[in-house]
C-alpha cells in the first residue's frame, strides 16, 4: 500500500513537473512568435505578412503557430520569399527579441549578429530565457 501510494505522488510530481516544462516552453514560443508576427507587420504591412503567412503555409506546411518551434523552416521560407531581404528582417526580429528579454545593449547584438545565424540565435535564446 505504502509503494502503491510512493509511485502515485512520484508519478503526480513527474507529471506535473513535465507540464510546467512543456507551459515555459510554450510559453517562449508564443513569445518568440508574437515577435516575429509584430516585426513583419511593422515592416511589410498587415495584407502583406498575411501572404508571407500564406506562403509559408503552402509551400512549407507551416503554420503562424507554429513558427517558433520550428524556426528553421521559417528561416528557409523567408529566405527563399525574400531573398536577401529576408537577412534585414531576421536582424530586426533578433533586435526585436534580445530587447524584448533585456539581455544585450546594442553593442553585443552587433558582435552576437556576425558570429552565428538567425536560427541558432533564437534557439539559443529559447534555451536560456
Given at each position: 500500500?505504502?509503494?502503491?501510494?510512493?509511485?502515485?505522488?512520484?508519478?503526480?510530481?513527474?507529471?506535473?513537473?513535465?507540464?510546467?516544462?512543456?507551459?515555459?516552453?510554450?510559453?517562449?514560443?508564443?513569445?518568440?512568435?508574437?515577435?516575429?508576427?509584430?516585426?513583419?507587420?511593422?515592416?511589410?504591412?498587415?495584407?502583406?505578412?498575411?501572404?508571407?503567412?500564406?506562403?509559408?503555409?503552402?509551400?512549407?506546411?507551416?503554420?503562424?503557430?507554429?513558427?517558433?518551434?520550428?524556426?528553421?523552416?521559417?528561416?528557409?521560407?523567408?529566405?527563399?520569399?525574400?531573398?536577401?531581404?529576408?537577412?534585414?528582417?531576421?536582424?530586426?526580429?533578433?533586435?526585436d527579441i534580445y530587447s524584448n528579454y533585456g539581455l544585450?545593449?546594442?553593442?553585443?547584438?552587433?558582435?552576437?549578429?556576425?558570429?552565428?545565424?538567425?536560427?541558432?540565435?533564437?534557439?539559443?535564446?529559447?534555451?536560456?530565457?
Amino acid at each position: 500500500m505504502r509503494q502503491n501510494l510512493l509511485s502515485r505522488n512520484t508519478h503526480d510530481i513527474v507529471g506535473s513537473t513535465m507540464e510546467n516544462i512543456t507551459r515555459q516552453i510554450s510559453g517562449k514560443e508564443d513569445k518568440i512568435s508574437k515577435i516575429i508576427d509584430k516585426v513583419l507587420r511593422q515592416v511589410f504591412g498587415v495584407e502583406a505578412t498575411r501572404l508571407i503567412y500564406r506562403y509559408l503555409e503552402s509551400k512549407y506546411c507551416l503554420k503562424r503557430s507554429e513558427i517558433a518551434e520550428r524556426i528553421e523552416v521559417f528561416a528557409a521560407g523567408l529566405e527563399e520569399f525574400l531573398r536577401s531581404g529576408a537577412y534585414v528582417i531576421e536582424r530586426k526580429i533578433l533586435e526585436d527579441i534580445y530587447s524584448n528579454y533585456g539581455l544585450l545593449r546594442r553593442l553585443e547584438f552587433e558582435r552576437v549578429q556576425e558570429e552565428s545565424d538567425f536560427v541558432s540565435q533564437v534557439k539559443s535564446l529559447m534555451r536560456k530565457t
